[in-house]
Structure formats: C-alpha cells, structure tokens
C-alpha cells in the first residue's frame, strides 16, 4: 500500500559551519586529529561526510546543495571592518582537508558546490531556500549556526536541523528547529531574530548591538515592539513627553542605551540580516545525480577511510537519482567489494549523528533490519495451501496482517498489484502474490516468478477476507478496503488498524509504518517513495524487491499490532475501548462514504466561476483607483510597500518578513478600517481563494465513473480527535460570505432524491457546560433557555437584551472556548479594551466553575503532559525540558498558571490544552452517532446514505419516501449518541442541494 508522497525534500548543507565541526571534533586546539599514515589530515572529510550521509539517511532528501564561504571579503567586512575580525585563521591542515573534501563532493558525490563572491555562504542558504521553497520544495537547513533561525519559516516548510553545542552523541541527531524551536531557544519568533540581534548584538561575530542590552531586555522590547523600527519609534514617543516618561520596557537608563546606540543597532541589523534574493554565480541543479560509486570508493580507500569505504552502497543509494529505489539499489550492488585497508587511529570522538569509525568494529546500526524470506506464490496449489493456512488462523489476540500494494494513492484509479500476508514471527512465516507486476520483457528479470489471475487471486482470497471470524490487522485500513472494494471484495474482521491505534496512543505522533517501526523496534524499512521511482508505479518494480517490500510491511504490521494494544492498555482503560468501540468501526463508515461521493453542479460551478472572475476584476479597479497605485493584489511585497511605505498606515500593526511587512489576513483586519482599499484587499482575497480552491477545482475533482466528488475523510491527522477532509477540504469552506453559501448549492444529491443536513446545535458549548458543573448553565440548557441572551443579560445586568447584545453573550461564550482574550473580544464586538476587560471579569465571576475546568486543563497538561475527552481521548502536549516541561510530575494545583503562561510559544499550547476536552469531546460524539447511525441504516435497509461530514454537521442524501423516517432516526441518534448532564440538540434542514438544506 503505497504511503501519501509529500513535497519533494531539499537538504542545504551549511558547508564551513559542517566542516569546523567536524575538525575540531577530532583535533584539541586544531592539533592532532584524524589523518591518513602518510599524514594527509581527514578529520574534516569523516566527519562531514560521516554526518552527511546518516543525515541524507534519516531524511532521504531528494535534493542537496552545499554552501561554503568565499576567501574574499564580503559586504559585511566592507561595512564594518570589525565584522569578525576577532576570528583565528583555521590551520593550514583544515584547508588542506576541505580541498579534498569539496572534491569528492563535486567530482565523485556530484553535489552543487554553492558560493557567492562577496556574500556568506549564509547568504547562499537563504536565497536557496527562498527560491527552493517558492519553487515547491520543503527544505531543511543542516548547520549548528543559530543565525540561520531567522529563515525557519513554518508556513513554508522552511526548518533548520540544528548541530548545537558540541558533537551530538551516537544514535542522535541534529534538532529539528521549526518557529517554536525558534522561540524556545531564542525567545522570539523567526522573522523577530534579526531585531533580536540587532539588539544584543553577537560577540562571536563581533557585531556590536546596543551596550547594555542583554537577551531578557531585548526580547521584552520586541513583545512590546513588532521590531527595531518600532522599537526606536516608541524610543522617540517616549523621549518626546519628558525625562520620566516611559512606555512597557522602554524606561529608565533604557532610555539612553537605545539612544546612544542607535546606529550600532541598525549597523547590527544590517550585519545579523540574512539575505534572500542574493545573485548567484550559477543556478544550481538542486536534483540529485548519479554518484560515482567506484571513483567515490577509490578516494576513501586512498584517504584509508575503511569505515566510509564499506558504506559507499549507502552513500549512492542516499544521493544518487531514484533515492533508495530500485535503480540506486542496483548501482550500489556493483561497488567492488575491496579487502580491508589500513585506516585511521581508534578513535572515542563523535561528529554528526554517529561516533568515529573503531577498527574492526564495522558499523552500528540504529536496529537490525529482519532478514525476511516471503512465500512467493506462484501456482494455484501455493494459493489454495496459503488460503487453508490464513482460514486455520481464528485468534483475536494473533491476527494475520495484510496489505494490497497498487499503482495509485487513489483508490478509484488504483489496479491491484499484490498482496501480502504475514502470520507469524519466522522470518518465512509471510507471502505475498504477485498479481499486476509489468511483464518480464518490460522488467528485465532474469526468471521471473509467474503471476496468478486476478480473478484467480480475487475467488480465492473472498471467504477469509470477508469473514469477520478470521481476525486482521492492517495498516490504514481504510485504503486497503476501497481497493478490495473497487474490486468487488468485503473486508471484515479487522482486529486492529495500527494507523489508528498510533494515533491514540499519541495524536501528535506521524504515524507512518517506517516511523513507527523506527521507534518501537529500532530498524526503519524501505518505503514506497524509496522503493518506486518518478514516474513510476508499483507495477514497475520487479517481483522479487516487491515481495520483500510487502513482507517487511506485514511483518512489521504484526509485530506493531501486537506491540501497540499492549501499549494502549498500559496507558488506561478507556483507549483500547475507544479504538475498538469507536474509531475502527468508524473506518469502514468513512471508507463507504468516500466511496459513494457526492454530485456536483460542474455547469452551475462554470457559471458561478465567471461571474466571481467579473467580481475580482471589478475588486482589482476599484481598489487601484482608491490606492490611486498600479499594484498587483496578489503579491505579499507590493501590498506591504503600498500599506506601509506609500500610504503609511500603521507599521505596528503588522509584523516585519523576509521580504518587507506582513499583510496576511490578520494584519489586513487590524487596518480594515484605516484605508478604504484595505476592505477591497481583503474581499479580493477571500473571493479569489473561493474561486481557485473550490469553485475552479470542483470540477476537476469529479471522477469519470461516478460523476461524483470522493473526499478522502483524514481519521489519524489532527491533534483533537476531529475529523479532517482533503482533495477536496470541505472542512474549510467559509460560510460568512455570500459566493461561499453559494458554493454548496453545488453539491446535489442522488437524482430524485433530498439532501437531509443535521447540525449540532452549541455543542462544545453544551459539552463544557457537562464537563464544568457549571450550574447557571446546566439549568439554562435544561428549561431550554437561550444560553448566549442569559450571558448577556448576566453581563449587563438587564433583564431584556437586543439582538445586538446577545451576539455580544454569543461572541463571548464561544470565545472562552478558544481562550479568547480582551483586545480580540473588543476587536469582534467593537466595544472599548476596557469594556472587555470589564466583560470578561464578570464572566469569571458568573461562571467560576468554566473558568476552574479551563485552568484545571491547563495544569494537567503541564503536570501529566496530556489532557483526556469525555471517552477518554489524550491530546498529549510535549513541553521544552528547559522551559515548561520542567513541570512535569509536579502536583497540578501547586502550578502557577500566572507565570507558566508568560512562556511565550508554550503557553499558547496551555490554550490548546484547555480547549482540547472540549473539542475533542465533540469529536468523540459525533464519530459514535456515525457509526450507530450507519448501523441502522444497513439493519433496516432505509434508502439514505451518508455523503459528508463536516465539523458538528453530517448530510445524507435521502429518497423522498424515507425522508421523514431518516430524519427523525438521524435526530434521535445524534441526540442519543452520548448521554451528557445537558441535552444534545440537533438542527436539520433538507434541500435540494447544500446551500437549501443548510
């Protein structure tokens, strides 16, 4: 079963930062270190390659560049001669090394050497990775520079994999630094380190900032102060109303250190700055090429680097063209294999992920890989026997793993290629049929294991796999059951999806069979992207690579199966229940309900298409003749020049980027009603996103045998317990706007029948009500009360409230929710900061039981590291170990919330954390109304089905003559599907398509 492919993978090496490491690992004081008899230093080309290539392994990159600095100075020295000045030259043996180094990477490795005259190669990492990610591309950044935080850029998949402190110890790594890793280590987000710097300075790179200013101080002013321009700003205001006057942190002697050293901050901040549009000598083929396998053998042996020498294989299957697949597997089979040569000294020293080379000691691995040997079957006898063997196997406790492999990550296009089964530890105590496997002609196998028919395979398989007294155990069961069932085949008796279970047992967690076989049995095994190249589908691989491919993914399926109920009851016993009772009797819900799809208007889509292209044209004129400016509105930089620089509006509402001032849609909200063009901004936005991403993409989406829309329903993604939706992400459909309400009237039902959509009605609301004992509210939802008019008149202190006042009680009990504070309250009702505040205090005395739950959360979060739903659910929180994780353990009612929520990054976790019983309580309901709801649709063969589910909402599509029954069914379960202290009250709406039925 092929795994979801990603985004195309760009390691960037920060080449100088890599090769220092690796010198001074070896060497005390740059003397000594690893060399070669006839003393050649290596020092710099074990480690760097070394750590090079246990990276690649981890990473499997499909694109590497290296980085290294110029001789010559660059623009920083010509600004500032003291510009690192301080530094030592490195000895002579370091250069000597790095030329050799840099020549196996570019002549035998064929990795693109990147240098820019007159530039760092800081700056070459930033233009690479800007380029490479606007260009599609994830990229990470390996280096132990912490100067490279300010590129992390989360949104787009921009991280550095960080080498801190000294050589890590074998069998770690580098750290994956993201935006909170960032604000974890420096205190402040990415786009905010360059202020930071531009503060306190650097002393390793002599960049002086403002005396006086240390690392506390200057994140504090930077919290105040969305950056140094702002900073000196609010300096300016402050000096402005006299000597005592002062502004957050901005006081006292403060005062006069910015002002005596503003140019030497924006001298630092010119230094600290990393640039991102540098021109670059050449454009670097950023893809990987073939590595010269016997020329990258020859060198090592020749620098007697024996331990590299017997891990050549790895290296051109890690950085040669095809990756870990087929063909790079086939080229390293052809390095000679040599006799031992003399090597370097013993040595204890580590560099990158793994320690020096010992004599004679070959190579740790991270865990043995299990020397498989898959039954091929081949012959209709093998079948029948195979068969006779899976029927024999009736314990629930050792269920038979199986997996379907297919030429498609969609199950509507997919062809069945093979299948495996695995029912035991032996290593030939699996099989797997080979079914759809190009001929051999196409393949070049020498000779070729016959493949069975399809129907052959399909007859024979049907009794075990339909029978739910024969228990399984799979991987994404979901996938593998629309593929059976594109096939006209029944799969029952799971016992245990491991996706699913994963998820459980840690909803953060990725939850990829290679991953999770990583970490419970220390080997990681091929997977598909690995195994298949571009362009390629699982019928091209050979028979032979694919049985043990599909081998090891059974056999490891077992072995997780087994491991990870176990691990489900040790955590406590609501989650094997939870998994059992909810989730996987869920998946078979959600895998008809894709697989039944839903119609869609593609000509009322192509009208409602031209009509918002005329709309957008209309927005574009209007707001460039309010700008009196020619400006392209889809262009980041241009808007922030135009808001910021030719209409000044109020730089400290945005934040500063890479490329100038933000003007994402949070910015553009806070200046709506500076500008007039700022409105027209953000309709254009919104509509132009309608359009691209549903209106635009629908049709593309239907599928020619149904004429319908398959979502994919994502069961093991988000961090709450609610479901997600892809291709398309019908999750994310607004509905404030007047074109995204008329989007759903695309989406029709079967031909004569009705769209039956039944809502939740304030669940989460009704759920933290339950889960708080909060009384005035119990009894509110009890009479049947209007819970958001009693906020407000609680608030007011009026016995009537208008409708305007009660959307005031709406906004504020559904923002307690979400940990909504005074500046956003104020800002989505319009009422002053002081009226929120005001508000927001007298809620907590209202309602002090919702506000000792929401704490109470929060303190368990921080103390046990998770919290639980009303079934039992865990969102696990994972806090630094040197900020709140130091918590851990501690008794819960002892923890100060006050200073624990000064944490930057983490306390924004502690919102989630309080938030997340809540959400995930609702999730929990609703998946167990889809399950016994489906259930009696089957039982009593009543003509509806379920088409979609959508947050607290689902949508059938009903014949006309059920109508009536469904609805009162759906209603009653929903209502029903978890006993709370409040009622659960449901909404339906029935409708000829979407938008009617909402």
């Not at 190669?121 to 591309?137: E, I």
């Not at 890590?168 to 786009?191: C, F, H, N, R, W």
């Not at 009500?769 to 009693?790: F, P």
């Not at 696990?876 to 851990?888: I, S, T």
Request: glycine share 8%; aromatic share 6%; with cysteine.
């Amino acid at each position: 079963m092929p795994e979801a492919v990603t985004k195309p993978l760009l390691l960037l090496v920060d080449g100088h930062s890599l090769a220092f490491r690796s010198f001074y690992a070896f060497s005390k004081g740059g003397e000594g270190g690893l060399a070669t008899k006839d003393g050649r230093p290596t020092s710099v080309t074990y480690g760097f390659l070394k750590s090079l290539l246990d990276t690649g392994k981890t990473f499997k990159p499909q694109g590497v560049a290296i980085a290294f600095d110029t001789a010559e100075p660059t623009f920083r020295h010509k600004a500032d001669t003291n510009y690192k000045a301080h530094r030592d030259v490195a000895p002579e043996v370091f250069f000597q090394d790095l030329e050799q180094l840099q020549q196996i990477l570019s002549d035998q490795m064929k990795l693109p050497l990147c240098m820019a005259p007159g530039y760092e190669a800081d700056d070459v990492l930033g233009t690479l990775a800007n380029r490479a990610a606007d260009a599609g591309w994830g990229v990470r950044i390996l280096s132990g520079d912490r100067d490279l935080f300010q590129l992390v850029d989360n949104s787009r998949d921009i991280a550095v994999l960080y080498m801190g402190g000294g050589p890590y110890a074998k069998g770690s790594g580098p750290t994956l630094i993201q935006e909170d890793g960032v604000v974890s280590k420096l205190g402040v987000m990415p786009d905010k380190v360059v202020d930071l710097k531009a503060l306190t300075g650097d002393s390793s790179d002599n960049i002086p900032g403002v005396r006086g200013v240390g690392p506390k101080t200057a994140i504090n002013l930077l919290k105040d102060n969305i950056d140094l321009d702002a900073v000196y700003a609010t300096l300016a205001e402050v000096e402005a109303e006299g000597p005592k006057a002062s502004r957050g942190a901005i006081k006292g002697a403060l005062v006069g250190k910015l002002r005596s050293d503003r140019d030497n901050a924006y001298l630092s901040r010119m230094l600290a700055e990393i640039l991102v549009d540098i021109p670059l000598p050449k454009d670097p083929e950023l893809g990987l090429q073939q590595v010269d396998a016997e020329g990258l053998s020859d060198r090592l042996e020749d620098l007697e680097l024996n331990s590299l020498v017997r891990q050549v294989g790895g290296f051109v299957a890690t950085f040669s063209t095809g990756g870990y697949g087929a063909n790079a597997s086939s080229e390293a089979e052809k390095t000679p294999k040599r006799s031992p040569a003399k090597t370097n000294p013993d040595s204890t020293s580590s560099i990158g992920s793994a320690a020096a080379p010992q004599q004679g000691s070959g190579e740790a691995e991270v865990g043995a890989i299990p020397p498989l040997q898959p039954q091929l079957i081949e012959s209709n006898e093998a079948l029948q026997a195979l068969v006779q063997r899976l029927m024999d196997c009736t314990d629930p406790k050792a269920p038979i793993a199986v997996d379907t492999e297919t030429t498609d990550l969609n199950p509507f296009k997919a062809e069945l290629v093979g299948v495996g089964v695995c029912w035991g530890e032996a290593n030939d105590a699996l099989a797997y049929i080979p079914i759809g496997h190009k001929p051999p002609s196409e393949l070049s196998e020498a000779t070729p294991p016959q493949q069975l028919p399809l129907e052959t395979v399909l007859m024979a398989l049907s009794p075990w796999l339909a029978s739910p007294q024969h228990p399984k155990a799979l991987q994404n069961a979901k996938y593998d059951r629309l593929i059976l069932l594109r096939h006209g085949l029944t799969l029952n008796g799971v016992v245990i999806d491991t996706l699913l279970a994963d998820y459980l047992r840690d909803a953060a967690a990725k939850h990829g069979l290679d991953l999770m076989s990583e970490r419970e049995f220390g080997f990681r095994p091929t997977t598909y992207g690995d195994l298949v190249g571009k362009k390629q589908t699982f019928a091209d691989v050979a028979i032979e690579p694919a049985s043990l491919y599909c081998g090891m993914d059974v056999h490891v399926t077992r072995r997780l199966a087994l491991q990870l109920r176990q691990t489900l009851q040790a955590m406590g016993p609501q989650l094997l229940p939870l998994l059992e009772g909810v989730e996987q009797p869920l998946e078979p819900v959600l895998a008809q309900m894709e697989a039944t799809g839903i119609r869609i208007d593609v000509p009322y889509l192509k009208t409602l298409s031209d009509e918002l292209g005329s709309t957008l044209n209309r927005l574009e004129t209007d707001a460039k003749q309010v700008a009196e400016v020619d400006f392209n509105l889809a262009s980041p930089k241009q808007l922030g020049e135009l808001l910021f620089d030719t209409l000044g509006l109020d730089r400290k509402k945005s934040r500063r980027t890479k490329t100038g001032f933000s003007t994402d849609a949070t910015v553009l909200e806070k200046l709506e009603n500076d500008h007039p063009v700022v409105p027209l901004v953000l309709e254009h936005r919104v509509l132009s996103k309608l359009k691209s991403t549903y209106v635009d993409a629908l049709p593309q989406l239907v599928e020619a045998e149904t004429g319908r829309v398959h979502t994919d329903f994502n069961q093991a993604v988000t961090a709450t317990g609610r479901l997600s939706s892809s291709n398309p992400n019908l999750q994310n459909i607004p509905v404030r706007t007047e074109y995204s309400r008329r989007i759903r009237k695309a989406f029709l039902p079967q031909e004569g029948w009705t769209l039956l959509s039944a809502d939740y009605s304030q669940i989460e609301l009704r759920i933290l009500t339950h889960l708080s004992g909060e009384e005035v509210l119990q009894e509110a939802y009890s009479t049947g009360d209007d819970v958001h008019a009693l906020t407000a008149r609680l608030l007011l202190d009026k016995d009537d409230v208008s409708a305007d006042e009660r959307r005031l009680g709406k906004t504020i009990n559904f923002g307690v929710i979400y940990g909504m504070g005074a500046q956003r309250f104020a800002r989505e009702t319009g009422v002053s900061s002081a009226e929120a505040k005001e508000f927001l205090t007298k809620y907590k005395q209202r309602y002090p039981k919702v506000f000792a739950f929401l704490e109470l959360q929060e303190r368990l979060a921080l103390s046990r590291g998770y919290v639980e739903t009303i079934l039992g659910r865990r969102r696990p929180f994972h806090f630094d170990r040197n900020g709140l994780g130091r918590l851990l353990g501690k008794d819960p009612l002892e923890i100060d919330l006050d200073v624990a929520r000064r944490g930057g990054m983490e306390a924004q976790q502690l919102r989630a954390a309080a938030n997340a019983p809540i959400q995930g309580s609702s999730a929990d309901i609703i998946k167990v109304a889809m399950v016994q709801l489906q259930a009696v649709l089957l039982s009593q063969g009543i003509p509806a089905r379920l088409l979609l589910q959508v947050h607290d909402e689902l949508v059938l599509e009903v014949a006309p003559d059920a109508l009536d029954t469904t609805r009162n069914l759906v209603v009653n379960t929903m209502e029903n599907a978890v006993k709370l202290s409040v009622p659960l009250v449901v909404e339906t709406g029935v409708g000829r398509d979407w938008m009617e039925a909402k």
